[in-house]
């Protein structure tokens, strides 16, 4: 349940008894003007206070001086003034008591240094009064349940908007206009929407969490432009999972530059999208990424329960072509398209249903009938080895609705199983059909494939981390780093410290050995000219910690190292990069990448919020690509993968231990020996919390 602040933020925000508009206009071709005309001719039951010092009426309402002079505190104001004015205006709704103020104009951070200090300035009378800011630059609020359209899009000069149960947050003001008109022309309804705006106060995850008690909302779209205020998207997301009602989002940014990190290689090869996107699977949001399949796939999110996703798709088509379209899309988001059973085409054959066998069924030689396509969905709605039938209907969705269309509403009605359908042709009556009684449709193969695969791709949210309280982080050195390593569990090579200037006492293992200089203050040993590999003698190794002195003279006189750290020289069948970070906004993350340089070239890697299961673990393991080898495959001698996933579990259990005050961890190189014989870091940097 929400609590009682949420109640109120949502009771202001979506249901306000009454508005001002601060800055109103007569003229309705104007920003000011828009907002007055919306609530009129939607039918706003509230009451509105156009407010201009300049007029004694707006459109037809009496306008008002000041907020002052209003006869009640109205629930929220609409600024609609010019940015140099923004300010004073929150300061007098703040005095006077108002909950909610959203603000139209821009020219805050994204304008320079006064804007961010206006932007500061908003921060601090909400954190002061206890007022709610949404916004800046918000095109405001929309709920077609009560005729509240306050709101400056204009594409809400939309005639009667229909109310749906889909409710709707975006960075971008004009999407949820867009979003408005599209659903529109496909039956869509939305019971709310939100333009957050700069989300200087009120954030999108905290808007979306007031409505989660709302009966009359279903379930959420968001339209993200970036990750920001992570915490409170992840405390929405996992109430929103415990409530059944799914969200889908679609996010800007898949092609963003690498995220910068100046002493790790984990944030640069994972890259701010990719953590972005395995933020929102792990979750349990659908991420779409065709703005169509944004509308379309909140049906099918509902149909399946992110608990128990499935993985096996079945099709069925009347049309080849359309049906090769669908296949393909789904195959290159990794779903895989599930051939009919030896016992399935049995059963469709004892029933008389003809039907081409093959990766699909496909009905088009044998005509499109009522009967085959309604027969044969009753066979595959119960065929074990299908979790979700997806049905492609080709020419007669048009004009014959009745034949292909009419037995996938009938057939999806009380279906224990999710059935979703693909109309190749434009077919508005039978689309209108089909979104009616709830049955996921999609009018393109590329929004059918990127709806499927986003859902299939949710995964339900682990546990909840536990951080360390934030603060400047300091480099440990290697042999602290792996102190860290043994705390967790992680094996690493055997470590012997030697000083410099002392007669090296023997090692406690076989030469060859590799010598490295170990100072926390040289966190890249390499760029000093600090490593050197394939000492093979005691000699070689007084020698090797000469040249390592000089190098270190030369190239790094300021740092502070008296240590030389001595490590048997090992090979394992392959390297991997295991990493660990604390993302500012989506919070403590894991990565396994292909060692070598794969990790920055091809990045080849897998992404999971921290910490993650052995079970998760064995899953990221299947997913880089350069492991695929150590399976056995074609004969190659097989890797210890199994003591590589309970590795990759145990540095990310660093999100459960805040007492260790790690911001990142990172093994690199991991060295994976033959099966049986487990994992051994032979290198790891470690950034701990002061």
Same mark, same amino acid.
């Given at each position: 349940?929400?609590?009682?602040?949420?109640?109120?933020?949502?009771?202001?925000?979506?249901?306000?008894?009454?508005?001002?508009?601060?800055?109103?206009?007569?003229?309705?071709?104007?920003?000011? /003007?828009? *907002?007055?005309?919306?609530?009129?001719?939607? /039918?706003?039951?509230?009451?509105?206070?156009?407010?201009?010092?300049?007029?004694?009426?707006?459109?037809?309402?009496?306008?008002?001086?000041?907020?002052?002079?209003?006869?009640?505190?109205?629930?929220?104001?609409?600024?609609?003034?010019?940015?140099?004015?923004?300010?004073?205006?929150?300061?007098?709704?703040?005095?006077?008591?108002?909950?909610?103020?959203?603000?139209?104009?821009?020219?805050?951070?994204?304008?320079?240094?006064? /804007?961010?200090?206006?932007?500061?300035?908003?921060?601090?009378?909400?954190?002061?009064?206890?007022?709610?800011? @949404?916004?800046?630059?918000?095109? /405001?609020?929309?709920?077609?349940?009560?005729?509240?359209? !306050?709101?400056?899009?204009?594409?809400?000069?939309?005639?009667?908007?229909?109310?749906?149960?889909?409710?709707?947050?975006?960075?971008? +003001?004009?999407?949820?206009?867009?979003?408005?008109?599209?659903?529109?022309?496909?039956?869509?309804?939305?019971?709310? $929407?939100?333009?957050?705006?700069?989300?200087?106060?009120?954030?999108?995850?905290?808007?979306?969490?007031?409505?989660?008690?709302?009966?009359?909302?279903?379930?959420?779209?968001?339209?993200?432009?970036?990750?920001?205020?992570?915490?409170?998207?992840?405390?929405?997301?996992?109430?929103?999972?415990?409530?059944?009602?799914?969200?889908?989002?679609?996010?800007?940014?898949?092609?963003?530059?690498?995220?910068?990190?100046?002493?790790?290689?984990?944030?640069?090869?994972?890259?701010?999208?990719?953590?972005?996107?395995?933020?929102?699977?792990?979750?349990?949001?659908?991420?779409?990424?065709? %703005?169509?399949?944004?509308?379309?796939?909140?049906?099918?999110?509902?149909?399946?329960?992110?608990?128990?996703?499935?993985?096996?798709?079945?099709?069925?088509?009347?049309?080849?072509?359309? =049906?090769?379209?669908?296949?393909?899309?789904?195959?290159?988001?990794?779903?895989?398209?599930?051939?009919?059973?030896?016992?399935?085409?049995?059963?469709?054959?004892?029933?008389? @249903?003809?039907?081409?066998?093959?990766?699909?069924?496909?009905?088009?030689?044998?005509?499109?009938?009522?009967?085959?396509?309604?027969?044969?969905?009753?066979?595959?709605?119960?065929?074990?080895?299908?979790? $979700?039938?997806?049905?492609?209907?080709?020419?007669?969705?048009?004009?014959?609705?009745?034949?292909?269309?009419?037995?996938?509403?009938?057939?999806?009605?009380?279906?224990?199983?999710?059935?979703?359908?693909?109309?190749? *042709?434009?077919?508005?009556?039978?689309? =209108?059909?089909?979104?009616?009684?709830?049955?996921?449709?999609?009018?393109?193969?590329?929004?059918?494939?990127? =709806?499927?695969?986003?859902?299939?791709?949710?995964?339900?949210?682990?546990?909840?981390?536990?951080? *360390?309280?934030?603060?400047?982080?300091?480099?440990?050195?290697?042999?602290?780093?792996?102190?860290? %390593?043994?705390?967790?569990?992680?094996?690493?090579?055997?470590?012997?410290?030697?000083?410099?200037?002392?007669?090296?006492?023997?090692?406690?293992?076989?030469?060859?050995?590799?010598?490295?200089?170990?100072?926390?203050?040289?966190?890249?040993?390499?760029?000093?000219?600090?490593?050197?590999?394939?000492?093979?003698?005691?000699?070689?190794?007084?020698?090797?910690?000469?040249?390592?002195?000089?190098? !270190?003279?030369?190239?790094?006189?300021?740092?502070?190292?008296?240590?030389?750290?001595?490590?048997?020289?090992?090979?394992?069948?392959?390297?991997?990069?295991?990493?660990?970070?604390?993302?500012?906004?989506?919070?403590?993350?894991?990565?396994?990448?292909? +060692?070598?340089?794969?990790?920055?070239?091809?990045?080849?890697?897998?992404?999971?919020?921290?910490?993650?299961?052995?079970?998760?673990?064995?899953?990221?393991?299947?997913?880089?690509?350069?492991?695929?080898?150590?399976?056995?495959?074609?004969?190659?001698?097989?890797?210890?993968?199994?003591?590589?996933?309970?590795?990759?579990?145990?540095?990310?259990?660093?999100?459960?231990?805040?007492?260790?005050?790690?911001?990142?961890?990172?093994?690199?190189?991991?060295?994976? $020996?033959?099966?049986?014989?487990?994992?051994?870091?032979?290198?790891?940097?470690?950034?701990?919390?002061?």
């Amino acid at each position: 349940m929400t609590s009682d602040n949420d109640s109120r933020l949502a009771q202001a925000l979506l249901h306000p008894a009454s508005v001002a508009l601060y800055g109103a206009s007569d003229d309705v071709g104007k920003m000011g /003007g828009r *907002p007055v005309q919306f609530l009129q001719r939607s /039918g706003f039951a509230g009451r509105i206070y156009p407010i201009n010092p300049r007029r004694d009426e707006i459109q037809g309402l009496k306008a008002w001086p000041s907020l002052q002079s209003l006869p009640e505190v109205p629930d929220q104001v609409f600024v609609l003034t010019p940015t140099e004015t923004v300010i004073p205006a929150v300061r007098e709704c703040a005095a006077l008591g108002v909950r909610v103020v959203t603000i139209l104009a821009s020219g805050f951070s994204e304008s320079g240094h006064e /804007g961010a200090q206006r932007e500061e300035e908003l921060r601090a009378i909400a954190r002061e009064t206890g007022i709610r800011i @949404l916004g800046p630059s918000s095109l /405001g609020v929309v709920n077609p349940r009560t005729g509240l359209v !306050l709101t400056a899009n204009a594409a809400f000069a939309e005639p009667d908007i229909p109310p749906g149960k889909v409710f709707v947050a975006s960075h971008s +003001g004009s999407m949820i206009g867009a979003l408005v008109s599209r659903g529109k022309a496909r039956g869509v309804g939305f019971a709310g $929407l939100v333009s957050v705006g700069s989300e200087v106060d009120l954030n999108m995850g905290e808007i979306c969490a007031a409505t989660l008690d709302d009966p009359g909302i279903e379930g959420y779209l968001l339209f993200l432009e970036s990750l920001r205020h992570g915490p409170e998207l992840r405390a929405f997301a996992r109430a929103a999972q415990r409530a059944g009602k799914p969200v889908i989002a679609y996010k800007l940014g898949r092609s963003a530059a690498a995220a910068e990190m100046a002493t790790t290689h984990t944030g640069a090869i994972a890259g701010e999208d990719d953590i972005a996107d395995a933020f929102l699977k792990d979750m349990g949001v659908a991420r779409v990424g065709v %703005l169509e399949a944004l509308l379309e796939t909140f049906p099918l999110a509902r149909r399946i329960p992110l608990a128990s996703a499935p993985k096996r798709v079945g099709v069925v088509t009347t049309t080849g072509g359309g =049906a090769a379209m669908a296949v393909e899309q789904l195959g290159i988001r990794g779903v895989v398209v599930e051939p009919p059973s030896n016992e399935t085409l049995r059963r469709l054959e004892q029933a008389g @249903l003809p039907c081409t066998p093959g990766r699909v069924l496909d009905m088009t030689l044998a005509g499109t009938k009522y009967e085959t396509m309604k027969g044969t969905l009753d066979i595959l709605l119960t065929a074990p080895e299908f979790d $979700l039938v997806l049905a492609i209907v080709g020419s007669s969705a048009r004009f014959q609705p009745q034949l292909a269309v009419k037995p996938i509403v009938e057939c999806a009605d009380g279906s224990p199983k999710p059935l979703a359908a693909m109309l190749v *042709p434009d077919a508005p009556e039978a689309l =209108a059909a089909l979104t009616a009684a709830g049955v996921p449709c999609f009018r393109t193969p590329e929004a059918c494939g990127d =709806a499927i695969a986003a859902v299939l791709a949710r995964r339900p949210p682990g546990q909840e981390p536990v951080l *360390p309280a934030p603060g400047p982080a300091q480099t440990l050195s290697e042999a602290d780093a792996y102190g860290v %390593l043994d705390e967790l569990g992680v094996p690493h090579a055997p470590v012997a410290l030697r000083r410099f200037g002392e007669a090296p006492p023997p090692l406690p293992f076989a030469y060859p050995v590799v010598a490295k200089v170990c100072s926390a203050e040289i966190p890249h040993k390499t760029e000093v000219g600090g490593v050197l590999l394939n000492i093979g003698s005691s000699e070689e190794l007084a020698e090797a910690m000469t040249t390592l002195r000089r190098n !270190l003279d030369e190239r790094a006189p300021q740092a502070a190292c008296d240590t030389v750290l001595v490590q048997p020289m090992q090979k394992g069948l392959a390297e991997v990069l295991v990493g660990y970070r604390v993302d500012a906004d989506a919070g403590p993350i894991v990565m396994l990448a292909a +060692g070598g340089i794969w990790a920055e070239v091809a990045k080849d890697r897998s992404i999971r919020l921290a910490p993650v299961t052995v079970e998760t673990a064995r899953e990221m393991v299947a997913e880089v690509k350069a492991l695929k080898p150590l399976t056995g495959l074609r004969g190659k001698a097989r890797g210890d993968l199994e003591a590589l996933a309970h590795t990759v579990s145990a540095l990310s259990q660093l999100a459960l231990k805040p007492a260790m005050r790690i911001a990142e961890a990172e093994v690199n190189p991991l060295l994976i $020996l033959p099966e049986g014989q487990g994992v051994m870091a032979v290198d790891a940097l470690v950034f701990q919390r002061s």
